[in-house]
């Protein structure tokens, strides 16, 4: 590891994003409203340079797409609909007028009438579509999984059949099935959800703390 | 300050000064035994043949953002977890001349990315051949978009290996169905147990839970990533030992009349 007191410029950025981090982080434990002054200040600046991220993105993205148009790519077709619909988004979202009370008003939000009919009648059927697929790709999966004989992979698929079957309604009703679903999910799924989440819970903590104290540092393009 | 601010500062010194510890035990030499993960042999093996073959390794640390804020699924800690593997993977490829793709869907942990991949090939004295280009961002917040472009990339480029190690939930198995079909080999890794029992039956090489913290340290023999190891391996054993504690007081409470334990 090169050490960032070697170097004044790192030692600068792991200070800015050590204090930072550490003010976010006692704000949410609860340590006074100085704290919580300083830390919505902090939150909102990270807010906005997110933001500023994706402009930029959204720049990077049109101009990469327009060059592939320009070049008649291969696939300059994707290109032309992915340019169509971020237009259709821009203009639905922030410039389309509506009718008000009061007269013609551009969108106060991303929620407001014309962008919300845009995602209505175009994203949410894709977005919808997609995750139909995946009972598909569960099944296709399911049978390449057995065919593999892989003792993991059977176990997954048999737990998983087992507890459709004994969710089934007519199974349901019967009073010892039920108990037994019923203990299973409260305490062998739960002991196993939880014995996971502890272990990333440990992962994460270690991760943030490094971050913390400069011992990683993405966010540093040294 | 509340009790809550002082018992987090507590453990926040504690866990700093376990770091530190441990990092001075490293580099003092005493690396413990580690348990083998073969599917971080799958990487390290395809990253080798990359280099003979010319088919790029993908990696992705997952649909994930930083700073998830309220409503979304929080996983700032699975891309840390994604950006230390995708970086000693990188390392890995600049030192032995593999190709590489790297792909995020978020615009922030784009930027990171490039920052890490860049930080590999220049640690090996390779920048000459890091082409921003390897990273690209397929998606941004929407995670069911970003696997139908992995999956989508298998069906068009051939691949040595994948790698996707995040913050997946049930969407992953549209992309990890395509690459079993197309018998490309992923090594696949997420915390989110709906995610982790598809990946099981789409593919040998997983990394469940905690392992995507680890896998850092199994990809490179430096100090930093040993240190963390050992510490998540410490920090492990303390809240076991607390568990046990804290049953057999339950346990024996009762019998002695002795007060409950707050929250039990």
Redesign the interface.
Known sequence: ?SSPLRNPRQLITVLIAGVSGLIV??DF????PAVRVLATVLVRW?ALI?AI??V??IF??FRSHLQRIQMRAPEAGYSLVLLGGMMIVIVAGILYPTRTATGLALPATLAAIPIRTVFRLIYEPL?AS??A??TF??L???L??VR?G?A??IF??VV?LLALILQLPLLAVIPVIGQAVQWLNDYLVAA??RG?????A??????????L?G??M????? | MTLPAIFFIIILVLVIALIWLHYARVQAGRVPERRPLPALEVLRAALARSAETGRPVHLSPGASTIAAGEGQRASTAELLAGLNIIGRAAEQAAAGGASIVVSSADAVAHLALRGVVRQSYRSFGQEQSFDPRQIELWAHGDAMAYTAAVAAIYARTPLEASLLAGAFAQEVLLTAETGAERMVPQVLGSTHPSALSLMAITTPHTLIGEEIYAAEAYLTPTATPQARLLTHDALRTVVVWLMLIAFGYGFFRIAFGWPALAGW
Do not use: K, N, Q, W
Request: glycine share 12%; net charge positive.
């Open positions: 590891m982080l006692l434990v609860g340590a006074g990270a997110t991220a994706v930029i993105g990077s993205v977005a997609l995750l697929l995946l790709f569960a296709r999966a399911m390449r999984a593999s892989r993991e992979a997954v698929v998983a196993g959800a996971l989440l502890l272990g990333s440990i992962g994460a903590l270690v991760a943030g703390i490094r971050l104290i011992f990683d993405p966010y540093a393009d040294r």
